[in-house]
């Protein structure tokens, strides 16, 4: 007796879920073995489809650039009790709390969170300064 679509899409999850390991190792092996021909389906798949592929990098890089932003200032060693609050308080400087210059995408008034390297156990955040006061501020020459 032939399966309907219903038993047969329960019956194809039920042997998915039992083989997970077996499918995985198949799919390895696969890729091991087609390498070059998917690389070649991947060229061709993204040359008739560029523009399609700029929109979504470009909506991809929107929706991730907090989290590399955040991830970043993480990293540098900035300590904060709301990232979102201070991320927020970024966006919305437009000048530099130093020496007041208006701060744009153009390198020398590129926007820089300012925080103290030797506060490593509480909020350590000076504020948002431009490139060039940011980096006046690590040689330590008096601003």
Do not use: A
Not at 47 to 73: F, G, I, M
Request: proline share 1%.
């Amino acid at each position: 007796m032939p399966q309907t679509k219903e038993q047969k899409k329960e019956y194809d999850i039920l042997y998915r879920q039992k083989n997970k390991e077996k499918l995985r190792q198949q799919k390895i092996q696969y890729h091991k073995k087609n390498k070059e021909k998917l690389r070649q389906k991947q060229i061709i798949y993204s040359e008739k489809n560029k523009e399609k592929k700029r929109q979504y990098d470009k909506l991809y890089c929107e929706r991730n650039k907090k989290d590399k932003v955040l991830h970043n200032w993480i990293n540098r060693g900035i300590l904060c009790f709301d990232f979102d609050l201070l991320y927020d308080i970024f966006l919305s400087t437009t000048n530099c709390e130093f020496c007041q210059v208006e701060l744009n995408t153009n390198t020398k008034t590129l926007k820089c969170l300012d925080h103290d390297h030797s506060i490593n156990d509480k909020f350590n955040v000076r504020g948002v300064l431009c490139l060039s006061c940011n980096f006046k501020d690590v040689l330590n020459i008096s601003k």
